[in-house]
């Protein structure tokens, strides 16, 4: 709806990709509904994974040990956190739907993914104890994982070698995205593009486009145990 | 015992961390023992976690579409990955363990240490259809993940408020290594270090070094859904 805010957090090298196309999609088909929509293209942007000491901005609150946790959360309360992640955490925070868009990597998100995972969801930004899980820093925003398989759906079905699709969403979808306080929409799962016809991927992006069209009166999932292994 | 070969590969940013303790406790002792070890210190490395065209040297197999599963493998063949990549991969060739240390970030690894994953268990090096899980191409080697957690061993029990540890090891131990043949043996966990007293953690690190002494006659994990999701 109009005036809703939509950040999509993309990963992948090739704009061409089925990747590329189903970021292209949701930005197309958002727009369209008035909402506006950011994306994050953590490879053009040549986005740091690693989480070091250059997060922190001049002095650290203990320099004989360093400790990544600690040092960013007491840079984040002073506004000491290097520029390229309060950028990221800005969007975050104006969103009311974080998109993310990536093909499988190991089970996981790409590691450049992973890295704006680490870097940008600080304590005292996206949660800080007490508030983790339902009271988590981030609540009322929504969260989808939009992803790409290089195994079928046979392999990743309850039985198959690859075991239940679901077992795998419990770190990002639970770890994360729950632990934050978002709450997560039911992923969208595009398996193994790479092994089916260009006309089978072009109605891959149909039906991306076709589920966006009713995303916002979407219920999220129950994020618990159940879900994901029962 | 004499002669065996074992990788290490370590991501943490500071040396006098559990971790960094952790990693040195078991290259003593497994030196002591008569093996040969070899470290891999991530960020002492700056090692590269983004997958990009810079891994291939040379000409593209496709360049009107980079896909970085296929040009990697193709490059693996004629021998034109970078050579971070082919360091990499001959100290997992030669080893006969690898053992992950790192500090659990998001329910998973550090994304520098994702990098590492996505960049080196490469097609055609680490698996290549159908040679996958137990007969993926790096059989006859053993792993191990090694981590600390910021929550406590309540949180993660079964019914805590993270879940089962367990349920998080499955993307790292079947969807990973077990997918490339490895066999794991069962993870080591040092619960919450940094809500634990000093002497606490000086039994941490000495307990570690004396499960590494009968290391080499622990049996390897059942690594099916049961032993996760159970």
């Known amino acids: 709806p109009p ?9 992948h090298q090739e704009p061409k990709s089925l990747n590329g196309s189903l ?3 949701a930005v197309e ?3 369209k509904q008035g909402c506006s929509v ?15 000491r250059n997060d922190i901005v001049g002095c650290l609150h203990n320099s004989e040990e360093f400790n990544y ?10 506004g000491g956190l290097s520029n390229d992640l309060i950028e990221e955490q800005k969007k975050v925070q104006e969103a009311d739907l974080l998109i993310f868009q990536f093909p499988l990597y190991w089970f996981s998100m790409p590691a450049i993914m992973k890295g704006w995972m680490d870097r940008v969801l600080v304590q005292g930004f996206a949660h800080e104890f007490p508030n983790c899980y339902d009271s988590g820093l981030l609540k009322n925003k929504l969260a989808l ?11 990743y079905a309850k039985g198959g ?6 077992y795998l969403l419990w770190p990002m979808q ?57």
Chains 1, 2 share one sequence.
């Open 174 to 230: 639970h770890g994360i995205m729950h632990f934050c306080g978002v709450k997560v929409l039911a992923p969208h799962i595009c398996f193994a593009p790479e092994y089916v016809s260009e006309e089978k991927r072009k109605e891959m992006l149909i039906a991306w486009a076709q589920r966006l069209k009713t995303l916002w009166k979407e219920e999220p999932i129950n994020c618990s145990p159940e879900w994901y292994f029962e």
């Open 29 to 31: 088909e958002l727009s």
């Open 38 to 52: 950011t994306v994050s293209d953590l490879y053009a942007m040549q986005f740091e994974p690693r989480a070091t």
């Open 161 to 166: 070698i690859s075991g239940d699709i679901r």
């Open 23 to 25: 970021k292209s999609v």
């Open 69 to 78: 946790g600690v040092e960013t959360w007491e840079a984040y309360k002073r």
């Open 3 to 11: 005036g809703r805010k939509v950040l999509i957090v993309y990963a």
């Open 145 to 155: 994982f939009s992803f790409t398989t290089g195994g079928s759906e046979e392999m």
